[in-house]
């Protein structure tokens, strides 16, 4: 009985509510309407793909570059941050820095630092932004399955049920953003 007179008001509260937000915005004309909203964008100013680029201090074999990273996430604390993407063979070169990476985890005396550069382009390829990171390490990697079609998925092509996914975790001692 509680339970009913709880939903029940509820329910009111909504009706009457979204009844307040219509009747104000009856008055109101489309140019005011329009007054409040932002800037339409079409999909070749925005940003539509990244390039990773990886710098490891002291290696010789130079710059790792990759481009089928798809999404940036933030972990908590400042410098933190992750990628996500679908395991690829292009990034076989990532894998081992991972692997040498975890190895020494933890190592104060010798660390396997890097810079990371995640450059972001437009639909129209046009650069937007670096986000420039640096001394970073891999602080933990996984792979795990998305086997929900209602999910966003990476690959759009794919009619399979499932969808295998890496994440790549990083702390670093620095971040900037950069134009150039």
């Known amino acids: 009985m509680l339970e009913t007179r709880i939903a029940l008001g509820l329910l009111v509260l909504a009706i009457v509510g979204t009844s307040i937000i ?11 309407i329009q007054a409040f909203a932002a800037a339409t964008l079409n999909s070749k100013d925005v940003a539509k793909f990244m390039i990773v680029r990886i710098d490891v201090q ?19 604390g400042e410098n933190n941050f992750l990628l996500e993407s679908l395991p690829s063979v292009d990034k076989k070169s990532f894998y081992k820095l991972i692997q040498k990476s975890l190895e020494r985890k933890g190592s ?73």
């Open 22 to 32: 219509s009747f104000s915005l009856v008055g109101l004309t489309p140019d005011v």
């Open 58 to 76: 002291g290696a010789e074999n130079g710059e790792l570059v990759y481009g089928t990273f798809s999404r940036i996430g933030f972990v908590s």
């Open 108 to 180: 104060i005396v010798n660390p396997v630092l890097f810079d990371l550069h995640i450059q972001l382009f437009s639909g129209g390829y046009d650069h937007i932004e670096t986000l420039d990171y640096t001394k970073c390490q891999i602080t933990d990697y996984f792979v795990h399955t998305v086997d929900s079609k209602g999910k966003f998925r990476f690959l759009e092509d794919d009619d399979s049920n499932i969808e295998i996914r890496e994440v790549t975790k990083f702390d670093c001692s620095g971040f900037n953003v950069s134009l150039d």
